[in-house]
């Protein structure tokens, strides 16, 4: 038995008649690694390599040659490609979240002894990061008025200050700013513009059209809309901040891991469509809940006689689905009575997936430039590709629920 095992291991390391190469090397070398694909298919190639090989040796050095898997294989350059159509953009950088695109941004175009002016209405995970890293990183932070004018906000740049930051409409309370004249007097002053345009998603406005610096994507929310992949971007037109965004890519090592780039490619490829429909759907329930009696107003652009309607009618081409009511005023109990009856709506914080959302706003809004003045609870609402009469009938049961 011993000779026999013996024998047969010989017979592992035995070499064939077309390959010499022992049994650890042909495993090693086996498949068509580096070899031109056989067929074609409609998404690129899925690539999980790291490790990226030259075609020669002057190769290894060449600037314009990929040298790692990081972001460079052919689904992130074919995302990125995509997105550059989405926002008509000359450069996009990608991240892996929406939140570290917002970051990523900041942290590569501002610098100790700057100043960032703040849109006071805007993302909560933002604000955080404003309020702690980057006044650790002594660059100082001053919050504005979702509902200041050009005029305004200009007014508040001093010397210091680098970058003005922007979301519109608000993804709580949905204040809508002049976003193209708040860029032209930004860029009059050499000032940078930033906006969170998560909302719009690149397709119903885009800020590189109107000379704002950094267009900043959540494409976790609306670009991949399945509520399974978390994403970011950052898109501009300037070739200077575009480097500034390359450079800190590649000094922090932030890095889009191919089946999340691809991800976000198929969701890229049916944004439109589903988009028309998380609007008309939201539009059709939020005319429908402005109408009921427990409801005190709703906060959605796109309806006439929202405070920002005229700016959303002029800049956007259309509307996403998520908006804000605000109701009669209730305690806590009978809002999470009306939370707790609804059966379509998820309660969850995110929004821009194919399911509907709700959730009770008040307890995470923060403001610095004074309180808010609804008159009773806000409810956020993500509408989501469910057909909008039945949810409408399950706002109905959970509008019951509050008294």
């Not at 010989?10 to 070398?29: G, H, Q, W, Y």
């Not at 972001?71 to 939140?99: C, I, M, P």
């Not at 000094?251 to 998380?278: I, N, Y």
């Not at 939201?282 to 005319?287: E, I, K, P, T």
């Amino acid at each position: 038995m011993h000779r026999s095992g013996a024998s047969s291991e010989r017979a592992v390391e035995m070499v064939s008649k077309d390959d010499p190469r022992r049994i650890a090397t042909r495993l090693i070398r086996a498949g068509p690694s580096g070899a031109p694909m056989r067929t074609r298919t409609v998404a690129p190639p899925l690539q999980r390599g790291s490790t990226v090989l030259m075609p020669d040796a002057s190769s290894l050095y060449a600037a314009d040659q990929p040298t790692y898997g990081m972001n460079a294989h052919a689904v992130h350059e074919a995302l990125v490609d995509g997105l550059k159509t989405l926002e008509r953009a000359a450069y996009v950088e990608l991240f892996t979240s929406g939140l570290s695109a917002v970051t990523g941004a900041l942290s590569a175009v501002v610098s100790a002894g700057d100043e960032v002016l703040v849109v006071d209405s805007v993302y909560g995970p933002t604000r955080r990061f404003c309020d702690g890293y980057l006044n650790r990183m002594a660059v100082s932070v001053r919050y504005f008025s979702p509902t200041a004018t050009a005029e305004d906000i200009i007014a508040l740049a001093g010397p210091a200050t680098r970058l003005i930051f922007l979301e519109s409409p608000g993804s709580q309370t949905f204040e809508m700013l002049d976003v193209p004249a708040i860029s032209r007097a930004a860029q009059a002053r050499g000032i940078l513009t930033a906006v969170d345009n998560t909302w719009a998603s690149g397709l119903l406005f885009r800020p590189t059209d109107h000379g704002v610096s950094l267009s900043i994507q959540a494409l976790t929310k609306y670009v991949c809309g399945h509520s399974d992949v978390f994403l970011g971007s950052v898109a501009t037109n300037d070739a200077e901040v575009a480097e500034k965004l390359a450079t800190f890519v590649k000094d922090t090592g932030a890095s889009v891991s191919p089946d999340d780039a691809f991800q976000g490619l198929r969701g890229l490829r049916t944004l439109e469509v589903r988009l028309k429909r998380h609007g008309e759907s939201g539009l059709a329930v939020a005319d429908w809940l402005a109408r009921q009696p427990e409801v005190q107003r709703v906060l959605h652009p796109a309806l006439p006689g929202d405070p920002g309607h005229l700016i959303w009618r002029r800049d956007f081409t259309g509307a996403a689905g998520l908006f804000g009511a605000v109701l009669r005023p209730e305690g806590r109990s009978a809002v999470e009575a009306f939370l707790n009856t609804l059966e379509l709506f998820g309660l969850g914080f995110s929004w821009g997936g194919f399911e509907s959302l709700a959730t009770h706003c008040d307890p995470q809004i923060k403001r610095s430039c004074g309180p808010l003045a609804f008159e009773g609870p806000l409810i956020r609402l993500n509408i989501g590709l469910e057909d909008p009469q039945d949810l409408i009938a399950d706002l109905r049961r959970g509008l019951d629920a509050l008294s």
